[in-house]
């Protein structure tokens, strides 16, 4: 049968937390936006279960039956952030035999395959055992995928009653609890137990049989195989009702930039004295590696952060505490209007430095992806803008300028397949800076095409050190000084 639409659904933020409180998985990947601009996908994603199960839900609100689960597979191929719309479409259905596919953002997310029985098992009771404790930030263990094979362990099952029936109304309605109660588990082996605090959920294949009333309450699991090609695991279920594998991947740890000290090393004391910079993007990544290099060259600093916080004031800890001279503001370029004045208050800039970046990732599209191009626009283009038309009303600014360091890509002379979005847009900032430097003369601009530097956005394909990336940016921090547009 022809592709028929189910229907569509978005995941909120607050929505992901009450999914939390549901299955017992409270990993920051889902519930701490703060800590997941580190993790692999920049941002929270939404559980990959409960995408599953909400198009379970409006499978199931559309043909109103009481049915039961013979089997179900599902695979995630793409991550769904919050605020995404989903679009459930039903590509099969015959003898029981379903097939529904999730897609977001013009490419598939989910793939899903069940076998329905309108044989109903026997009933089995289950327990409305909440999580204890549920709260963002209840801990994960950061377990390595080294020893992961033969990993076990027995998890309780999670099911609050009044909740599911928000969430998932015709779910909780037409299939039989216990079935979803055990998908909940899944989720919560994965995500709080193994692999844990670094996981990344990748499919389940599930098979039910209804050989006994009783209704255990707890998942046992085991770590049966593991391939470090791929840092995959795949990790076996043993319940009485159930019998599958859940696949899962270690993803990589967030990367950690050399403290203040060590960058000290690098730079002569007096390197960059007199020189007062403004970092934008600093409280992590390539800017947080610039603002430590210029502070240890006795420069003085100010970072922004837009979000991260917390990490910026530990950053200009680090770099007081041995004798640095460094401070935090709050920025977000993507806010309306020109920088105020406020936020950068009286001080005279000599340098900007700019890291506002979202995250970097392909397009989603075969040929181009318009609103990861507009997402790229307003952090290096419009953003970029804005920052500088404060400075060029000012008259001082006008005359003695200011040296400033964007970014570019190494993408532009070696192309990489599917960062087309990403490579047009920096090479549209290049133009806008070269303009920029003809229409002001004093400033002086540099955008060099930068390589794939050990930063967060890069943990998974960079092995550089941490101290070889510092490096790299004093290389550029030092010609910024020499010449002139590059």
């Known amino acids: 049968m022809a592709a028929i639409q189910v229907g569509e659904f978005v995941v909120s933020q607050n929505l992901s937390l009450t999914f939390s409180r549901v299955s017992g998985d409270f990993n920051p990947l889902h519930t701490d936006p703060i800590l997941a601009r580190r993790y692999q996908f920049g941002s929270t994603v939404v559980h990959g279960v409960h995408a599953t199960l909400k198009a379970l839900d409006l499978y199931f609100e559309g043909i109103r039956k009481v049915v039961s689960l013979s089997s179900i597979r599902a695979v995630y191929s793409k991550p769904i952030r919050h605020g995404d719309v989903v679009n ?61 094979l033969g990993q076990s362990g027995v998890v309780p099952l999670f099911w609050n009653n009044a909740l599911m029936t928000e969430i998932f109304p015709a779910l909780t309605r037409f299939v039989p609890a216990y079935q979803s109660c055990l998908l909940l588990g899944t989720t919560h082996i994965v995500g709080m137990h193994c692999p844990g605090l670094n996981s ?6 599930l098979s039910f049989c209804d050989t006994t009333d009783e209704f255990e309450q707890n998942l046992a699991y085991e770590v049966t195989q593991a391939d470090s090609r791929f840092s995959r695991v795949i990790i076996s279920l043993k319940h009485s009702v159930i019998h599958g594998e859940v ?5 990589p740890r967030p990367v950690s930039q050399s403290a203040f ?35 240890a060259g006795g420069g003085q600093v100010v970072l922004t952060y837009s979000s991260g916080q917390d990490d910026a004031e530990a950053i200009v800890e680090d770099v007081q505490k041995s004798g640095g001279q460094c401070e935090a503001v709050h920025y977000n370029v993507l806010s309306s209007g020109v920088a105020k004045p406020l936020v950068l208050g009286d001080r005279h800039f000599t340098h900007i430095y700019y890291f506002a970046s979202p995250k970097i990732e392909k397009g989603r599209l075969s ?62 900032m290049e133009s806008f800076a070269s303009q920029f430097q003809d229409k002001h003369s004093s400033w002086r601009i540099c955008t060099p095409r930068l390589p794939r530097l050990s930063t967060d956005q890069t943990a998974s394909v960079v092995q550089a050190s941490p101290i070889e990336t510092a490096q790299t940016i004093l290389a550029q921090l030092l010609k910024l000084d020499r010449d002139k547009h590059q």
């Open 367 to 428: 040929i181009w992806d318009s609103a990861l191009f507009e997402t790229f626009t307003e952090f290096y283009l419009a953003g970029l803008a804005k920052l500088l038309e404060y400075f060029v009303v000012d008259s001082a600014y006008r005359k003695h300028g200011v040296k400033l360091l964007l970014p570019s890509t190494e993408f532009l002379d070696n192309p990489a397949d599917g960062f087309s979005e990403y490579v047009a847009c920096k090479a549209a």
């Open 88 to 148: 459930v479409m039903c590509s099969k259905r015959d003898s029981g035999d379903i097939t529904l596919e999730l897609y977001c953002r013009g490419s598939r997310s989910q793939l899903i395959k069940l076998r329905l029985s309108s044989d109903l098992p026997s009933e089995k009771s289950v327990v409305n055992r909440k999580h204890e404790g549920g709260e963002p930030g209840t801990s994960c263990p950061d377990l390595m995928f080294e020893g992961s």
């Open 247 to 251: 696949e899962a991947f270690y993803r």
């Open 200 to 205: 990344v959920y990748g499919s389940f294949d």
């Open 261 to 295: 000290m060590a960058i000290k090393s690098l730079v002569d004391p007096e390197q960059f004295l007199g020189q007062t910079a403004l970092v934008v993007g600093g409280s992590r990544g390539l800017g947080e590696i610039t603002s430590k290099l210029i502070a």
